[in-house]
């Protein structure tokens, strides 16, 4: 398992390069980034454990492994937007990386991606769309690749961050403080 780099590391914030050949370092990579992300998160970038390649993972099933995404391509991105994460424990987006903030981050309800993975030990070049969660997931990983941070959106959106205190209310509610942006 590798350490995950937080900000202000500047591996966060430099552009990641194309992978040339898919060998053996490679596949090693993407065990260490599954092995990494366990069950603390949905999505991993190779520049979150120091290796600024594009490459990403995402689990969006505990039931299923993750899926690699090699040299992705994001090639639409649907002008519907999600506002809040789709999902019932948290609403708002959050990053491995930018520990205990979290925010509300607009991003394309659907999107088609290209993007080459290993199936059974093959790389496989694939297109295909996602929406809800699994395309936010992929937009933040992605973002991740071009050295953007979801507190960047946040803040070009003028939208809200907010800092998980570790406390909760009477009702066993995690208690967030509201973070002044501008």
Same mark, same amino acid.
């Given at each position: 398992?590798?350490?995950?780099i937080t900000v202000p590391n500047p591996l966060l914030r430099k552009k990641s390069t194309?992978?040339?050949?898919?060998?053996?370092?490679?596949?090693?990579?993407?065990?260490?980034?599954?092995?990494?992300?366990?069950?603390?998160?949905?999505?991993?970038?190779?520049?979150?454990?120091?290796?600024?390649?594009?490459?990403? $993972?995402?689990?969006?099933?505990?039931?299923?492994?993750?899926?690699? #995404? *090699?040299?992705?391509? %994001?090639?639409?991105?649907?002008?519907?937007?999600?506002?809040?994460?789709?999902?019932?424990?948290?609403?708002?987006?959050?990053?491995?990386?930018?520990?205990?903030?979290?925010?509300?981050?607009?991003?394309?309800?659907?999107?088609a991606i290209s993007y080459n993975t290993v199936e059974e030990g093959k790389l496989v070049?694939?297109?295909?769309?996602?929406?809800?969660?699994?395309?936010?997931? $992929?937009?933040?990983?992605?973002?991740?690749?071009?050295?953007?941070? #979801? *507190?960047?959106?946040? %803040?070009?959106q003028k939208g809200k961050l907010y800092y998980a205190t570790g406390k909760k209310d009477?009702?066993?509610?995690?208690?967030?403080?509201?973070?002044?942006?501008?």
């Open positions: 398992m590798e350490s995950i194309a992978i040339a050949k898919v060998d053996k370092k490679i596949f090693a990579l993407i065990s260490a980034m599954e092995k990494t992300i366990g069950h603390r998160g949905v999505g991993l970038s190779s520049v979150q454990i120091g290796e600024p390649l594009r490459l990403f $993972i995402l689990r969006h099933s505990p039931k299923n492994p993750p899926i690699s #995404f *090699i040299n992705p391509v %994001i090639t639409f991105f649907s002008t519907e937007l999600l506002t809040h994460v789709p999902r019932t424990d948290n609403p708002y987006e959050g990053c491995l990386s930018v520990p205990k903030y979290w925010g509300e981050v607009n991003r394309s309800k659907e999107i070049y694939k297109q295909e769309k996602f929406s809800g969660f699994p395309a936010i997931v $992929i937009q933040h990983e992605y973002d991740h690749l071009e050295g953007v941070l #979801f *507190i960047d959106r946040i %803040i070009q009477e009702k066993g509610k995690e208690i967030w403080e509201k973070v002044r942006l501008f």
